[in-house]
């Protein structure tokens, strides 16, 4: 089945210990979105790539970059977690990017335990 | 600043009944309204859509429906199942730019 899936589910890092999540996508999706969303809170993107473009939202701290090497894959990066980046990361694809009629399908996410 | 509100945080309903989920929003720009919904353990998954331009979409037992003088929307799912128990997130766009999402209902259904 095409898909979503992100590694690991489940990450524990220490304070400002540097912290890889992974995402890849079977649907051959141009776009791939990141999103935070804490505990109790609405998912808040953080950047997207369309194509090989990246976009960052204009409130994503600095401490998080992504990457996308190919179609396939897009890995955000924590270069210096703090408790406050503890959250559920999603990651996300859309054929197009033209968000109202193109639906935007969701891996299963990563919770990010920061001690 | 939210721009998308679900101030509901949960809602139980019967087997059965009709579920209204209800959301509100502040920007008469929005031009596109999602919802999602979202099972433990599984990311979010699109639901129904209505465009500005229109009041009413439904798709088999879910209806969704645009007030737009009052900002709000609402998602029923009638009958409701148990099945249908999970978190459901509002979501807005602006020109197709990124989703804006209200902050989830969690809707129980009762045998």
């Known amino acids: 089945d095409a898909m979503v899936i992100q590694n690991p589910r489940y990450q524990v890092t220490q304070f400002g210990k540097p912290v890889t999540l992974s995402c890849s996508q079977t649907l051959n999706h141009n776009v791939m979105y990141w999103y935070q969303q804490k505990s109790s809170q609405a998912p808040k993107l953080l950047f997207h790539?369309?194509?090989?473009?990246?976009?960052n939202e204009a409130d994503t701290p600095d401490n998080f970059q992504s990457r996308r090497p190919n179609t396939s894959f897009c890995f955000l990066d924590i270069r210096s977690p703090g408790l406050g980046d503890a959250a559920m990361y999603l990651c996300?694809?859309?054929?197009?990017?033209?968000?109202?009629?193109?639906?935007?399908?969701f891996g299963p996410g990563t919770r990010l335990t920061v001690l | 600043d939210q721009q998308v509100k679900q101030n509901s945080p949960s809602l139980s309903v019967q087997e059965g009944r009709i579920s209204i989920l209800n959301c509100d929003y502040t920007?008469?720009?929005?031009?596109?309204f999602l919802w999602y919904k979202k099972y433990p353990a599984e990311g979010p998954t699109f639901l129904i859509s209505?465009?500005?331009?229109?009041d009413k979409n439904e798709d088999g037992r879910f209806t969704v429906f645009l007030n737009k003088s009052a900002k709000h929307l609402s998602l029923h799912i009638v009958p409701s199942q148990p099945g249908d128990s999970a978190v459901y997130f509002c979501?807005?766009?602006?020109?197709?730019?990124?989703?804006?999402f209200g902050t989830g209902t969690l809707l129980a259904v009762q045998p």
């Open positions: 209505i465009s500005s331009i229109k």
């Open positions: 790539y369309y194509d090989k473009d990246f976009n």
């Open positions: 979501a807005a766009t602006l020109l197709g730019d990124k989703l804006i």
């Open positions: 920007n008469s720009m929005f031009d596109y």
């Open positions: 996300a694809t859309s054929r197009e990017g033209g968000v109202g009629s193109d639906t935007q399908y």
